[in-house]
Nanobody, 123 residues
Framework: QVQLVESGGGLVQAGGSLRLACVAS????????MGWFRQAPGKERESVAV????????WFQDSVKGRFTISRDDTKNTVYLSMNRLKPEDTAVYYC????????????????WGQGTQVTVSS
């Protein structure tokens, strides 16, 4: 089993930046594809970014392309989501997920999930 713990969320003004971190235990992150999801109040959970198990491919939701970056450091068993030029519509609870399957190169099937970290972007 894999346990995932997110950190780095907080309150930031529009245009600011945050870096989220997801630390894994139980299994090495190198065994899994990783992704970040988010869920805003009243909305469905949506995929934000995906990184393949070996880090050789990534995918981003159109609304965050050019602003967000997903990366992994397997020596630290950690996946990051760097968020720049944040907008109020980025406000959501952000979840880290691990899984064995990516569908169509962009859809991570999450098998393990973190507890979530709140990101609030003020205008």
């Amino acid at each position: 089993q894999v346990q995932l713990v997110e950190s780095g969320g907080g309150l930031v003004q529009a245009g600011g930046s945050l870096r989220l971190a997801c630390v894994a235990s139980g299994r090495a992150l190198r065994d899994y594809n990783m992704g970040w999801f988010r869920q805003a109040p009243g909305k469905e959970r949506e995929s934000v970014a995906v990184i393949r198990w070996d880090g050789r491919a990534t995918w981003f939701q159109d609304s965050v392309k050019g602003r967000f970056t997903i990366s992994r450091d397997d020596t630290k068993n950690t996946v990051y989501l760097s968020m720049n030029r944040l907008k109020p519509e980025d406000t959501a609870v952000y979840y880290c997920a691990a899984g064995s399957t990516i569908i169509n190169g962009r859809e991570l099937v999450g098998e393990y999930w973190g507890q979530g970290t709140q990101v609030t972007v003020s205008s």
